[in-house]
């Protein structure tokens, strides 16, 4: 069993268009994240949820909001695309608390945002 | 502006070889960690130093922590054509992870 998925895998869409990216990990884990990697595999965190409360909101575009209905789910969901959002979307999940292996990350696949 | 920078960007060597991977960062830490990416992927974590351990080892991988110079390097030996990926330093700040730029890896059979 994938211990984060993340659907889809690939995502072609118009500019101005809404889009969701769905994330799930049966890991346990209390805490998830979303990722943003660029063309030269720049890898910025956007959010980070921990038990559904938003504890991590970078500065990220009011386009872009985290919807986390339980603690094994996080969703991402983009209005009005533009060009600049073509990236490589990431989930991740760590345990969120108990010693220093509390920050090691499980990531998702990845989804491949194309903005045309 | 990103925590880590890794050097070099690419490196390109034979099977068999050592791949020497580093990485610096800017503020006190409490843990690095290394993490592999092979194309189309997501990140893989391969091993956590903590900031009072000076050498850590897992199987062929070799990390060092230099915490008074603000660096780590990752070593894999013995290396193989699947070890080709990019790799990643991460320091965390609270609760999040910082990534550096990553060094892209190609093991030529």
């Known amino acids: 069993d994938t211990a984060v998925s993340q659907t889809p895998k690939y995502l072609v869409t118009q500019m101005g268009n809404d889009k969701s990216i769905k994330c799930e990990q049966n890991?346990?884990?209390?805490?998830m994240y979303w990722y943003k990697q660029d063309s030269k595999k720049f890898l910025k965190i956007m959010f980070s949820y921990n038990n559904k409360e938003l504890i991590i909101n970078e500065t990220v575009p009011n386009r872009f909001s985290p919807k986390s209905p339980d603690k094994a789910h996080l969703n991402l969901h983009i209005n009005s695309l533009e060009l600049g959002d073509s990236a490589v979307y990431f989930c991740?999940?760590?345990?969120?608390?108990?010693?220093?292996?509390?920050?090691?990350?499980?990531f998702g696949a990845g989804t491949r945002l194309s903005v045309l | 502006s990103q925590q880590g920078e890794e050097d070099p960007q690419a490196l390109s060597i034979q099977e068999g070889e050592n791949a020497t991977m580093n990485c610096s960062y800017k503020?006190?830490?409490?843990?690095l960690q290394w993490y592999r990416q092979n194309s189309g992927r997501g990140l893989v974590h391969l091993i956590l130093?903590?900031?009072?351990?000076r050498e850590k080892h897992s199987g062929r991988l070799r990390v060092t922590l230099d915490t008074s110079k603000k660096s780590s390097s990752l070593l894999i030996t013995a290396s193989r054509a699947a070890d080709t990926a990019s790799y990643f330093c991460a320091t965390s700040q609270g609760d999040k992870l910082i990534f550096g730029t990553g060094t892209r890896l190609q093991v030529f059979p």
């Open positions: 130093i903590r900031s009072n351990e």
């Open positions: 890991l346990g884990h209390d805490t």
């Open positions: 991740a999940s760590s345990q969120g608390s108990g010693g220093p292996r509390k920050n090691i990350q499980y």
């Open positions: 503020t006190s830490i409490n843990n």
